[in-house]
């Protein structure tokens, strides 16, 4: 090597070298750039806690804040035990990462905590999946030795909720669906379908399909806006016909229904079904109508008649409730052969003319004569064992022939007569009321045989000077009791007065003897005689 050639390696070992110290002076000078940058961070950070106790020995929370007082860095809650409650991460004030919450044990020590939900937040909003568990163990809830199982899913964008899917304990869908527009689907835990529709802003739309456990079709139909429209079906459990439905969209935002709605037994009998109008308006009331038919089980005709609904109460939708029906029209009822067993016209809910009644063969057995709904003229009325009114001979014990005038009032110049259902007579006399009966003038009770059980004369005198609840009139009986051999068994004078209660301020009827009574044997022999005071006490 020469001298040049040894002048020249020099110079390059030599700028080489201060090159290369250069250079590593340069990163160490980035590094401590970076530590002193850090350094003021961590000095511009605070530690923050507080705590449950006075001593400051049970921690409550524990935090950091930024020099502008944010919360910066992990949040931990604790219980009073110190155990993690809540976990979340912040960058300048606002949730930033995965954020944790914590089961609580009823009984444990830090550590013992175990995962309930966590949630991602980018800069303060819910953004991506959150996640929420459970413990299982035996296929319940056990949250100390369960295995941890996801419960639900919720999936985020921008702090919204679009989807939600639940599960069920042993790990199957139970519920997958998004929140506004997309498929909403419900399952069996078995893992069979349950239900699938689809919402659009917010609101069903489409169609609509129910299952039952077993896999047959229990609901099929359409929504729109949320309400349904267009078929309805449902059916039984063992894939027979339950109901038919046909909506349409009405005025009020409810759903109308329009054309056929029938129902089923369970046995996918028909058990009746309505045809409905359109709404119609008339005086500024929206209104609708419907043709009734309800079946017998041979399927014959048991009723036939029309209805009117009114849309709206007080402004507000109504349901398709029959406490809102009014019969509008001519009612028909059946019997099971066929043959006609009433007729009557109706014009919301009153019988407004004559009612026919024929028997079982067609032939006419009475007529009654209504106006505006009030019974008028001659009229049969039935009653049960219990004296509730009945509709039908077929249910009544007792049946009752008695006359009302044209404002519907009971006609107390005629007679009114009590049947059994046999046709025996059961009492005959006068009416000042009924509901509860007011009997007077001459009455007269008679056993099954015809004889007379009982014969009262009643009059309807003005009280005297007796403490009783109110001014007012009593009702004084010249009563006359009989043996079923028709010989006389007892008389005197009873007293209908309306009397208070003893250690009540409430008043009631009461029927109480007063005067002379006198007693008899069947052969007609007096073998007693009693005396009762102004009271009712025997003296």
């Given at each position: 090597?020469?001298?040049?050639e ?5 110079i390059v070992?030599?700028?080489c070298?201060n ?37 400051r020995?049970k ?22 035990r ?8 912040y ?9 944790k919450?914590y ?5 444990g ?51 919204k909720?679009?989807r ?13 669906g998004?929140?506004?527009?997309g ?33 047959n ?10 309400k ?14 339950n ?32 045809n409905?109008?359109p ?25 036939e ?25 001519t ?19 009153k ?30 009325m039935?009653?049960n ?33 009590d ?14 009321g ?39 009139d ?13 010989s ?24 109480i003897?007063r ?25």
């Amino acid at each position: 090597m020469n001298i040049n050639e040894f002048l020249l390696n020099g110079i390059v070992d030599y700028v080489c070298l201060n090159f290369s110290i250069m250079k590593t002076l340069k990163v160490c000078g980035l590094i401590l750039v970076s530590l002193f940058f850090n350094l003021e961070i961590c000095f511009s950070q605070k530690k923050m806690e507080t705590y449950y106790d006075l001593g400051r020995t049970k921690i409550k929370e524990r935090y950091f804040v930024n020099a502008s007082g944010q919360k910066n860095g992990l949040y931990t809650k604790y219980d009073d035990r110190g155990i993690r409650g809540v976990e979340i991460p912040y960058t300048n004030g606002k949730p930033n990462g995965v954020a944790k919450e914590y089961y609580l044990p009823g009984y444990g020590f830090p550590g013992d905590e175990r995962l309930k939900k966590s949630s991602t937040y980018v800069n303060g909003e819910q953004e991506g999946i959150s996640v929420a568990y459970v413990y299982i163990k035996d296929g319940k809830e056990q949250l100390k030795e369960g295995v941890q199982t996801k419960a639900m899913e919720q999936y985020f964008h921008k702090d919204k909720l679009e989807r939600e899917v639940q599960y069920f304990p042993n790990g199957k869908i139970a519920i997958d669906g998004y929140v506004t527009t997309g498929s909403h689907k419900e399952y069996y835990n078995n893992g069979t379908n349950k239900l699938i529709a689809n919402l659009k802003n917010g609101y069903y739309e489409g169609a609509w399909k129910e299952w039952f456990e077993n896999g047959n079709l229990a609901l099929e139909g359409v929504k729109k806006d949320g309400k349904w429209f267009g078929e309805y079906k449902s059916y039984n459990v063992d894939g027979k016909p339950n109901s038919f439905i046909t909506y349409t969209l009405g005025d009020y935002k409810g759903e109308i229904r329009q054309g056929y709605t029938k129902e089923y037994d369970s046995t996918g009998l028909l058990l009746y079904e309505y045809n409905w109008t359109p709404l119609v308006s008339e005086n500024n009331k929206l209104f609708q109508k419907a043709h009734v038919i309800i079946y017998f089980p041979n399927n014959k005709i048991r009723q036939e008649y029309d209805v009117k609904r009114y849309e709206t109460d007080n402004n507000s939708p109504r349901s398709y409730n029959d406490k809102y029906f009014l019969i509008d029209g001519t009612m028909k009822t059946f019997h099971s052969n066929g043959n006609l067993l009433s007729e009557a016209i109706w014009r919301e809910d009153k019988i407004t003319d004559q009612y026919k009644e024929y028997d079982e063969t067609g032939k006419l057995i009475f007529t009654q004569l209504y106006r505006n709904g009030q019974k008028i003229g001659k009229t049969l009325m039935y009653f049960n064992k219990d004296w509730k009114e009945v509709d039908t001979k077929s249910e009544a014990t007792i049946y009752r022939e008695i006359y009302f005038n044209d404002n519907g009032s009971i006609d107390t110049s005629k007679q009114i007569t009590d049947f059994w259902i046999t046709g025996e007579k059961q009492w005959e006399g006068y009416l000042l009321g009924i509901n509860p009966d007011c009997y007077i003038k001459r009455c007269v009770w008679y056993f099954k045989n015809g004889k007379i059980e009982t014969e009262k004369i009643i009059k309807m005198v003005k009280r005297g000077n007796i403490p009783y609840c109110q001014n007012g009139d009593d009702f004084y009986h010249e009563t006359k009791n009989y043996y079923e051999n028709g010989s006389l068994k007892e008389e005197g004078l009873e007293c209908l007065v309306y009397k208070a209660k003893e250690g009540s301020t409430r008043c009631n009827w009461q029927l109480i003897r007063r005067g002379k009574w006198k007693y008899y044997d069947e052969r007609g022999k007096v073998t007693k005689t009693e005396r009762y005071n102004d009271s009712g006490v025997l003296q």
